[in-house]
């Protein structure tokens, strides 16, 4: 029976989030999904049915030999061209000198052997198939319409796309350029030809998303041009690649009012497509169309997606630097080609590279994996980890200033392929990553001289993708100690069918077992919490630091509670966590913390979990004031996602999930993470802790007399690092500036 009532009830959350237009425009989609509109406007056909010269001005260029000479001459410009090769040997072995380059990963490519969303390598065997989720063994169809194929009935789609975004392209023009192999311009303009034969127009998941055809536009120019002056690159296949690049973009324009409803990357993403086909190919007949289509969409949602502080709405590092790199193409492509872009857009990226770097770990280059992330990484063009940022954000920065952002180091080659070698003596900025208050995204970090710490409190614009609000990620000497759980899979089968977006397996607390957020489908939640961010402060000699946040998702219980939580950074790698619950009536609180897989000590009768890394032991003591708790430490459970980790795309391993669980009506966690076996001495409310470099006292407010009290009301380090830290006085100043 249909719950009539509780169905309006949702709707006018969706109403009251995403607003009237977007619920019109996305039931117009559905409607035209079912009526077949799609089907009658883009039917299937044969690729017989769209000649080269049917796209073209003047059509005497549809012969294959006509066309070619055409480019050769006339072609526009691209990042490089193939007559540059020996300019660019020096450099790429100083890249490949502590790594074996991108030769060994092109052997395994020639034999079938692929990596999938920036992992180890799938045998995929040859020829490959097209249409198969390589990790499932599951099949699509190939003759069925895009549009009567559903998104969830053949495992993970993604698992099905990422094959035909062509991303082994970039590793088989690196490596050609660099050792000459004609195997690797021969094996990519096979797997076209191939794609060709087994994708024909409109048929098959392959054509289902506008955005994966963009991605496939991008590696597909990388390859024309990267093997541009090779044998295996002829007229009649550089012609029938263009002549599908035609359709791509006719396909992208026919469905393009979906992805900007989508009001995050997959708008950016086609609208790149759509500008790299106008710019790159202005034979055809619709290319100064697309070009000024993509551009002014690129302006346009560069200036609503990307945030006053640089955060990007889609909440997620992984879809952040996705953007970023869809930006970094289009606008290297503007300036080659005389479409630059605006200086209002160009700010609008440069605050957004800044925003990342100030959430970056120094030594790695790495991130938190926050939000949802399937690991995309759209540029593979160095020997970097995947998960180093390091190589977008010098060609970012590189780009918008015209200046380096790090030394020189392997995460130059990136900058190399798109600017050439004259920018790469570019002079080096010496920043370092400080406190960061991004209020408007709704992300906070401190800093200490042995790592940092960010937590997020947001009131959301665009929808969230976990329900994750007050996790903290810490990092310490280039360890990311505590963890987000990632992202394994948006579609998989129970108990993996997206459940790490659970607030359950976020280092936050959890209220009875719910989310901080009702999850209203596959990627929406609803309504969204109000969130209390508070300033940040610190001592008079630095030492000392102090923020606090609380969200409101769980007013919506019978008996509301309030979440608050304080984050102090007592120096050397200190860190304290303070959770304060309040609620009118009894609840279940359960405190998470996911840790690394590594050697440990554990001790659940003083809870506390010791944590040996190579560079040193750190360890993390939790207790609870006003009630009693129970901690408990799970590794890998072998029938839930406790104590899993996905550090990228449908690959898990083993962490360490540790718990402190408390029921009453108000409760305070505290968690102490130290690089030292500290001496805790816990008597609600003062903590006093004592370890070899720290001695320090905290005394906090458990029930404030007052809204928007500070839960830590005095912080006291004495010895080397004698400091004291007044919050009571600071926070009352602070907020009086802020005019609250």
Sequence with gaps: MIDIGNNFRRLLQIKRHMGAGWIIRRTFYYLKLKSGHFVRRLP??????????????????????NFYHHRRKQGPAFFFRHNQKHSYQDMFEGYDAEASGPQAQARQILHGRIRFFSGAPQDLGLPLDWHRNALSGQRAPENIHWARLDDFAFGDIKCIWELSRFGFTYPLVRAYWRNGDQRLPEFFWSQVEDWRRCNPPQAGVNWKCGQEISFRIMAWCFGLYGFEGSPASTPRRVAQLVQMMGVFG???????????????NHGTSEAMGLFTLGTLFPEFKAARGWQRLGQSLLEKLGRELIYGDGAFCQHSFGYHRLMLQTYLWALRLGELNHAPFSGSLREHLARSVDFLFQLQDQATGRLPIYGQNDSSNLLPLNNCQPADFRPLLQAMHLCLTGRRLYPAGPWDEDALWLFGPEALPAPAEALRPANLSAREGGYYTLRDEQGFA???????????????????????????????SGTYSYNAQPPWDNPLVGTRYHNTVSVDGQDQMKRFSRFLWMPWPRCVPGPSLASPHGHLQYWQGEHHGYSRLHQPVNHLRALVSLGRGWWLVLDRLQSPGPHVYKLHWLLPDTEYEWSPEAGRLGLQFDKGAYHLCLGVWGASGKASLTRAAPDSPRGWQAPHYQHRQPALALELASSGRSVVFWSLFAPALPVVRSQSPVLELQGEEVSARVECCLEPALPREPLVRRLRLEGKLADQLDVDQAWKQAEGSRGL
């Design 44 to 65: 299937l056909s044969q690729w017989s049915a769209h000649p080269l010269s049917s796209n073209l001005h003047p059509t005497s260029l549809g012969d294959p030999d």
């Design 454 to 484: 960010m937590t997020r409190c947001a009131n959301f614009r665009h929808r969230p993708g976990h329900a994750d609000l007050l996790h903290v990620d810490l990092w310490w000497r280039g360890e990311n100690v505590a963890l987000d």
């Design 250 to 264: 006719h396909r992208i324009e026919a469905n393009l009012s979906y992805a900007l409803n989508q009001q995050n």
